[in-house]
């Protein structure tokens, strides 16, 4: 997970919330479009940088069988003690 993602999103998100409020179109809800346009970028950017940074250290991994973890540790040459009874 490099800086590449991150630069990319963010400056679309700052287009959305920085570049396109200046050039909204004159009229009477100018001010409405301009709100809009910067929450709108705002939350979103922020909304993809809650999932990104999720992704980086994750809370919860997947919950694997016990023959399934033998068999990948047999598969990658990492060998594992059998143990006959299980834990509880």
């Known amino acids: ?3 590449l993602p991150f630069i990319i999103f963010t400056a679309i998100f700052g287009v959305i919330g920085i570049v396109l ?19 709108t970028g705002a ?16 809370l919860i991994g997947p919950k694997l069988h016990q023959n399934t973890i ?3 540790a047999r ?3 990492n060998q594992l003690p059998v143990n006959p009874e299980p834990h509880h």
């Open 1 to 3: 997970m490099g800086a």
């Open 70 to 72: 033998l068999i990948m």
């Open 75 to 77: 598969e990658w040459g």
């Open 43 to 58: 939350t979103c950017w922020l909304f993809w940088l809650c999932c990104y940074m999720a992704q980086m250290n994750p």
């Open 21 to 39: 409020p200046i050039v909204a179109p004159k009229g009477p809800n100018r001010g409405i479009v301009q709100c809009v346009l910067i929450l």
